[in-house]
C-alpha cells in the first residue's frame, strides 16, 4: 500500500510539473528529467518531428540535434514507418554509420540499451520519439508501469495542446502581418496618389519613381537624386521631405552652383563675427538651420573638392564647427542631393569623391527624362495649364489631341521644366476657356514644328542665302534669323565633323546649348 500511495504521489507531482510548462521546450525538458528521476534512467531525450515527416529535432543537442530519417536504414525512420516502439543495444547502434545519431549516442554517457518509443496524438500524427537510456536492458519493468504509460498519455496531450497554442499565436501574428501588410499598402496607396499631385505622370518610369519615393520617405538613407536639367528633381527631393516624418521640420535648399565657392562654405557651416572680412556679425549655417528637417543640396556636381571632404565629415557624424567657432555644433538633418551631371565619371575625372558619392548614394533615384516617356506629355500639359489657371485666375480649358500630336513631335531636351514654359507662353496667347492649339504652339519662340512647312522665303537655305543674298523674298524675318542660325551650326559641324564639343567652342556656345538647338532645327551631326 506504500508503495502505491508513493507511485500515487510521484504521479501527481509529475503531472503538475508537465501541466504548468507553458512553451513546448520547456514541456519537453521537464518530461525528460522528471522521467529520468522517476525511473533511474542515464539520460532521457524528446525527439520532435516537424511538419515534413522527415526530420526530428531535439533541442537540448543544439547543433547535433537535426536528425534527417529520410534514410530508411536510420533507427529513427524505422520507428517512424512502423509506429512501434522498440529496444536497440550498443552493439547494434555502433553499426549505424549515421553521425548525429553516434553524436546522441555520446551524450548519453554511451548506455548498453536505449528504449525508443514513438509519441502519437489522437488523430493518429507523430508527435515525435521518446528515447530512454540506461545500462539494463530490461525495460517490461519501466515500460509496463502505469505510472510511464500514465505519464506518456498526459505528455502526449499537453504537446498536442502547445502545438495548439503555438499554431494560434503563429496564426495571430500570420494575420497581424497580414493586416500591418494592408495597412502599409494603404499608406504607400495614399502617399503615392498624394505624390502624384506633383510628381505627374501615368507611365511606368513614373509610376515606379513615385513608389521609390514613398520608400525612400520612410527611411532616414541619404538620398541622391540624378537626371538631366529641368526633369523635376527638386519636386522629388520636396515629395521625400513632404512624405517623411521630418515634414513638420525645415526643408533647407542649397544650391551648389548658384553660391560662389568662396562664400559654400560659410553658407553651409555658418560664421562666427569677426571670422573674416566683412563678417560684421554671426551668422547661422544652412546646416544649423535643417536641424530637425530636411537639407537639399542641389547641383551638388558642383561642389568644390576642398568642401567635399568637409561635408563626408558632416555626414558621418552630423557634427559641424562654423567658421571662426571654437565649438562643434549638432544638427540632426535628413540629406537629399541631386545634380544632373554623371557622376561616376567626375570621379574617373577627379572632380568627386569616390567616398562621398557612395555617402551620398544610400538611396539613389534615377529619373527618366521627358523624351524616354512621351506618355506623360498629356497628364504634364494639363498639370501645367491647371497651375496656370489656378496662379492667374483664369486660362484654357486644356489642350487639344492636334497639340498633343505637335508636342509629341519633339524632344524637349529642357524636359518638363521646358514643356511647363511652352504651355504656360501658350495658355497666355489661348483666350480663356478654350484649349490650346497647334497653331499657338508654333507661334511661340520656344518651340517649332520640326513637321511644319516653311514659309516662303525663308526655308533652311546655305550660309550664303541667309547671309544677305536673296533678301527680297523673305517674308518672315524670325524664320529667316532661325534658319540663318540653323544653317551657321550645320557648317560648322561639318567643318570640325559633327564634333559637337568643338563646335559649340568656336561658336562661343556651351555644348548643352549647342546640343538643344540642334534639336531644335532637327540638325544633325555629320
Not at 29 to 58: I, M, P, V, Y
Not at 116 to 122: A, Q, R, T
Not at 366 to 391: A, G, K, N, V, W
Request: glycine share 8%.
Amino acid at each position: 500500500m506504500g508503495r502505491m500511495q508513493m507511485e500515487l504521489h510521484t504521479g501527481i507531482e509529475l503531472a503538475v510539473a508537465l501541466t504548468r510548462q507553458t512553451t513546448l521546450p520547456a514541456l519537453l525538458k521537464t518530461a525528460t528529467t522528471q522521467l529520468e528521476n522517476a525511473f533511474g534512467l542515464t539520460r532521457c531525450w524528446a525527439l520532435e518531428l516537424d511538419l515534413s515527416g522527415r526530420t526530428l529535432h531535439c533541442s537540448d543537442l543544439a547543433e547535433t540535434g537535426e536528425f534527417d530519417c529520410g534514410d530508411f536504414s536510420h533507427p529513427f525512420a524505422h520507428l517512424l514507418q512502423t509506429g512501434k516502439a522498440r529496444e536497440l543495444t550498443r552493439a547494434a547502434s555502433y553499426r549505424l554509420d549515421h553521425p548525429g545519431f553516434q553524436n546522441l549516442i555520446e551524450a548519453s554517457d554511451r548506455p548498453k540499451s536505449l528504449w525508443l518509443e514513438p509519441l502519437k496524438g489522437d488523430d493518429g500524427r507523430t508527435l515525435g520519439i521518446l528515447i530512454l537510456c540506461r545500462d539494463e536492458c530490461d525495460w517490461s519493468g519501466i515500460t509496463a508501469q502505469p505510472l510511464y504509460r500514465g505519464l506518456l498519455q498526459l505528455l502526449t496531450h499537453q504537446w498536442i495542446v502547445q502545438l495548439q497554442s503555438r499554431d494560434q499565436v503563429w496564426q495571430r501574428r500570420l494575420l497581424k502581418r497580414s493586416l500591418d501588410n494592408l495597412h502599409d499598402a494603404e499608406t504607400l496607396r495614399k502617399r503615392g496618389e498624394k505624390l502624384a499631385q506633383t510628381l505627374v505622370g501615368a507611365s511606368e518610369s513614373m509610376t515606379s519613381l513615385r513608389a521609390q519615393v514613398v520608400r525612400a520617405a520612410s527611411s532616414q538613407l541619404s538620398v541622391l537624386v540624378q537626371g538631366e536639367t529641368g526633369c523635376g528633381k527638386d519636386v522629388v527631393a520636396t515629395g521625400i521631405h513632404e512624405l517623411s516624418d521630418r515634414a513638420d521640420g525645415p526643408m533647407v535648399v542649397v544650391n551648389c552652383a548658384a553660391i560662389p565657392d568662396s562664400l559654400l562654405e560659410s553658407e553651409l557651416f555658418g560664421h562666427t563675427k569677426g571670422a573674416f572680412s566683412g563678417a560684421d556679425q554671426a551668422k547661422e549655417g544652412l546646416l544649423a538651420q535643417a536641424n530637425g528637417g530636411t537639407l537639399f543640396l542641389d547641383e551638388i556636381g558642383d561642389m568644390p573638392m576642398a568642401l567635399q571632404s568637409k561635408l563626408l565629415r558632416v555626414l558621418e557624424s552630423r557634427q559641424f564647427r562654423p567658421l571662426g567657432a571654437q565649438k562643434e555644433q549638432h544638427s540632426d538633418f535628413r540629406l537629399v542631393a541631386a545634380t544632373h551631371q554623371p557622376l561616376r565619371q567626375s570621379i574617373e575625372d577627379g572632380m568627386f569623391r569616390r567616398d562621398l558619392f557612395y555617402r551620398l548614394s544610400q538611396f539613389p533615384l534615377q529619373i527618366t527624362p521627358l523624351r524616354e516617356r512621351p506618355d506623360d506629355l498629356e497628364s504634364l500639359s494639363r498639370h501645367f495649364i491647371r497651375l496656370y489657371t489656378e496662379r492667374e485666375g483664369a486660362g484654357p480649358l486644356g489642350i487639344s489631341s492636334h497639340a498633343l500630336k505637335l508636342l509629341a513631335t519633339y524632344d524637349f531636351p529642357g524636359n518638363a521644366r521646358e514643356l511647363r514654359n511652352i504651355i504656360e507662353l501658350a495658355c497666355l496667347q489661348t483666350p480663356t476657356g478654350d484649349d490650346i492649339q497647334p497653331e499657338v504652339l508654333r507661334h511661340t519662340d520656344l518651340f517649332i514644328d520640326p513637321c511644319a512647312s516653311q514659309t516662303p522665303g525663308a526655308e533652311l537655305p546655305g550660309t550664303e542665302t541667309a547671309a544677305g543674298q536673296g533678301t527680297e523674298g523673305i517674308r518672315d524675318l524670325k524664320a529667316a534669323a532661325q534658319a540663318f542660325e540653323a544653317a551657321v551650326i550645320r557648317d560648322r559641324l561639318r567643318q570640325y565633323g559633327g564634333n559637337r564639343a568643338q563646335a559649340a567652342e568656336s561658336l562661343g556656345l556651351p555644348k548643352r546649348t549647342l546640343a538643344h538647338k540642334c534639336l531644335k532645327y532637327q540638325v544633325t551631326d555629320l
